[in-house]
């Protein structure tokens, strides 16, 4: 009887190492690039208290009504949920650490959420996010500045067709005009709504206009706006950010529509969003949340953030640089025989001490196969060691692939080392092939 094999859970993935190798490589330069704009990192908790969610993200939202993975600790009965999205936790931490009191934050962290969806392209169950919040400034230069930033990211990686779209939600006050006039007028057109605009009719109006189904359009184009309710300060908050975008050209379109899945922002919103992601086209979102620290029990203090969708980010990358090759050791190390063995080890050791990768063979062979392998690993040296190298304190070092010549046109040929020259003669030689 054969037992039944485990899977993964749906829509929650494994990482492969071709796919984890990228992925480092694109954290290492999402991490410079965070630093370069005075972000500090933040590792958060992957599980919070669900009321959390619930106050931060609102009740009446695709998220907390149905996308949240909730469950009871059973040891103490405490409500608990996998974090949906990194806000809030992160929120939660500055109020619970006063982070904000003395100075503005900028903050970033990593890592996973888990959301309830149908998994299809680009829509994980387990997804991953880059969190970008800055808490405590008040005016729209920072609203401006994390704009800018995605503009870079894009640009240092690459993306030129990732576009940007902008809009505000006003405050408070002004939203609450315009759903008046929202409410009425999807009253008024009851027949043409579909269930879901139905239910969020009096809880969340403004989420109808975020609607997905192709048959409500025409019906969201003709809405009232709210951008005829904005005050004189929310105008000019949007105005100042836009200004900047135009200074740094950044191109933008203007989406009146975009509302965001998420109830706590107000004023500045954005998304950008690739064409070549289907439907899934969103890479980047974000806007402002003055209001979220404080509905979350904190002192009054005002936000502004963005997440970048880490699948979907490497998923245009991948489409635009082809197979993304993973960078192989510098040394593959051919032991055989006890004593040989036993010096291999200690060589492989001492290599690592001078900063070089090293693949040690385990698991035996003879010659012929542990060479076989030394050439599928793709290093370009291999050490070979055998009785005879040992009871001298030697080991053949052996370029693997001399097809790439060298900067000065000598080709290095396999020869006999002394162990303590080793790592000087391996680096000389990576050396020289480094510019090829
Ligand atoms: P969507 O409209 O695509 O559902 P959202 O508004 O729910 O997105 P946010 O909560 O703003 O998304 O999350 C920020 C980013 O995280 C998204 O722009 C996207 O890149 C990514 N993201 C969100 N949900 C998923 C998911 N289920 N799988 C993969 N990436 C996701
Ligand atoms: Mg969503």
């Not at 993935?13 to 290492?28: G, K, T, V």
């Not at 040891?75 to 608990?80: I, S, T, V």
């Amino acid at each position: 009887m054969s037992l039944q094999k485990i899977q993964s859970v749906r829509g929650m993935n494994d990482i492969l190492p071709d796919e984890a190798e990228f992925w480092e490589l694109l954290e290492e330069t999402l991490r410079r690039w965070l630093k370069m704009y005075g972000y500090r990192p933040l590792r958060l908790p992957i599980v919070e208290p669900t009321p959390l969610f619930k106050r931060a993200i609102g009740e009446a939202t695709d998220i907390v009504e149905k996308e949240m993975y909730s469950f009871i600790d059973s040891l103490n009965g405490e409500a608990l949920t996998l974090r949906p999205e990194g806000t809030a936790g992160c929120a939660r931490a500055v109020i619970q650490h006063n982070l904000a009191a003395q100075h503005a934050q900028r903050l970033y962290y990593f890592g996973p959420m888990f959301r309830h969806e149908r998994p299809q392209k680009g829509r994980y169950r387990q997804f991953h996010q880059v969190g970008v919040e800055a808490f405590g400034f008040p005016g729209p230069d920072v609203d401006a500045e994390q704009i800018l930033m995605g503009a870079r990211l894009w640009n240092d990686l690459g993306l030129p067709d990732i576009s940007l779209q902008l809009n505000t939600l006003g405050q408070a006050a002004e939203r609450s005009r315009h759903r008046a006039e929202l409410i009425a007028y999807f009253e008024d057109h009851r027949l043409h709504l579909d269930d879901d605009a139905q239910r969020r009719l009096h809880s969340n109006p403004l989420r109808i206009l975020d609607s997905k189904n192709p048959t409500m359009q025409a019906l969201i184009d003709g809405a009232p706006r709210l951008f005829d309710h904005l005050g004189e300060q929310s105008l000019a908050h949007f105005s100042s950010v836009q200004q900047v975008l135009r200074d740094a050209g950044v191109p933008f379109t203007l989406n009146p529509r975009l509302v965001r899945g998420l109830d706590y922002y107000n004023l500045t919103v954005f998304e950008w969003v690739s064409d070549r992601l289907g439907a899934q086209g969103t890479v980047c979102a974000g806007g402002r949340y003055d209001g979220l620290v404080q509905q979350l029990g904190g002192k009054p203090t005002v936000a502004c953030g963005f997440a970048i969708g880490v699948e979907r980010l490497a998923a245009l990358l991948r489409d635009a640089d082809g197979e993304v090759k993973a960078l192989p050791v510098d040394v593959y190390l051919v032991h055989q025989g006890e004593a040989a063995s036993r010096l291999a080890a200690r060589v492989a050791e001492n290599l690592r001490d001078h900063g070089l990768d090293v693949l040690f063979h385990c698991g035996g062979g003879n010659f012929k196969s542990q060479m076989k392998k030394a050439d599928a690993s793709g290093a370009p040296v291999a050490v070979i060691i055998g009785d005879d190298e040992a009871a001298v304190g030697e080991a053949t070092f052996k370029p693997l692939r001399n097809d790439l010549g060298t900067d000065d046109g000598t080709i290095d040929s396999q020869r006999r080392v002394k162990v303590d020259q080793l790592a000087e003669e391996i680096t000389q030689h990576l050396f020289r092939q480094d510019d090829d």
